[in-house]
């Protein structure tokens, strides 16, 4: 191993579903969604084998939501329709 660590061992990653005010844009009825997001919080410390490198990039990290869900489906039962979410920022700081 060489010894690098990947930004992934800074973060604890768990999923996450929150509700968001969204309107469909086809039938234009507004209604309320769960959306997912993977959530990375910063964890307290690094491990033993971060070198000076890894420490300073660790200092810089933040906690952070990255949006999985890209399209929707709308809840009006005449529409139905498959809708982008535009409206909702795909990354958000914590």
Not at 9 to 21: A, V
Request: hydrophobic residues 35%.
């Amino acid at each position: 191993m060489n010894g690098i660590m990947e930004e992934r061992e800074y973060y604890d990653e768990r999923q996450e579903s929150k509700k968001h005010q969204l309107m469909c844009p086809h039938c234009r009825q507004e209604n309320e969604y769960e959306v997912n997001w993977l959530v990375r919080m910063k964890k307290k410390s690094l491990p033993a084998r971060a070198d000076e490198r890894d420490r300073a990039k660790f200092a810089k990290a933040q906690s952070y939501m990255v949006r999985k869900d890209d399209l929707l489906a709308c809840k009006n039962m005449r529409c139905r329709k498959r809708f982008e979410i535009a409206g909702l920022q795909t990354v958000a700081f914590l």
